[in-house]
């Protein structure tokens, strides 16, 4: 039985239409029950799953992005955020993955970032969409910081005032990484080189840059 999807025997218990390898709404399935989406340090939405009423997952959906080239007046640019893909995982008795399959993928509506030179350089490519993405994904970090370390938040914060809300606001993190980078006090120092534990040798300011945009 720990081969069979879950899934499937419930929609067979409550003789819904449809098939397991088909799209389904499974916010209508009165037999599962959403759980809050599980984000990373990032912010990104890494996953979210459907469980039966006695707590086993029975759907799992994963959240990824999709980069590769996009051309723009006859040139391509290499590494362009182009959109999302959702995959859906349906699970086994067994609590291992039985079958995936991928959504069509979401895709930007892509416009290009000129440098402002006055030559129309080109130095990426964004969409209302996706800023808002980027956005919603700055201040939820912003968020987890805070909550898992509310002492060391205020005291960044405190100190790196307009640099860290100029990131928040464009997703430009020059100006703040170069203040880290820059920092002479002693005080802030010791808080900056200290390792974090569980990731160590991995010290709080190498964290801090690795979850910016």
């Known amino acids: 039985m720990s081969a069979k999807?879950?899934?499937d025997?419930?929609?067979?218990?409550?003789?819904?239409?449809?098939n397991t390898l088909s799209d389904i709404s499974f916010d209508n399935l009165s037999f599962l029950q959403e759980r809050e989406p599980v984000y990373n340090m990032k912010g990104q939405k890494v996953s979210k799953s459907y469980y039966?009423?006695?707590?086993?997952?029975?759907?799992r959906i994963t959240y990824g992005r999709v980069f590769g080239n996009y051309e723009h007046n006859g040139k391509a640019y290499s590494n362009v955020f182009l959109g999302l893909q959702k995959t859906v995982h349906y699970m086994d008795w067994a609590g291992e993955i039985a079958y995936s399959k991928k959504k069509q993928l979401y895709a930007f509506d892509l416009q290009p970032v000129f440098l402002g030179d006055g030559n129309e350089t080109?130095?990426?490519?964004?969409s209302q969409k996706q800023r808002q993405i980027l956005k919603s994904e700055r201040f939820s970090a912003d968020d987890y910081l805070q909550a898992m370390?509310?002492?060391?938040?205020?005291?960044?914060?405190?100190?790196?005032?307009?640099?860290?809300?100029?990131?928040?606001?464009?997703?430009?993190k020059t100006e703040f990484v170069s203040a880290l980078n820059a920092e002479a006090s002693i005080d802030i120092l010791a808080l900056l080189d200290k390792e974090v534990y569980g990731c160590e040798p991995m010290t709080v300011k190498e964290l801090i840059i690795m979850n910016l945009q």
């Open 9 to 18: 025997y419930y929609l067979d218990q409550y003789q819904t239409l449809g």
């Open 149 to 172: 370390n509310p002492q060391l938040y205020a005291i960044l914060y405190a100190h790196y005032t307009n640099q860290y809300n100029a990131y928040l606001r464009t997703g430009i």
């Open 122 to 126: 080109v130095v990426g490519f964004s």
């Open 52 to 59: 039966d009423k006695k707590g086993k997952e029975v759907v």
């Open 5 to 7: 999807i879950v899934l």
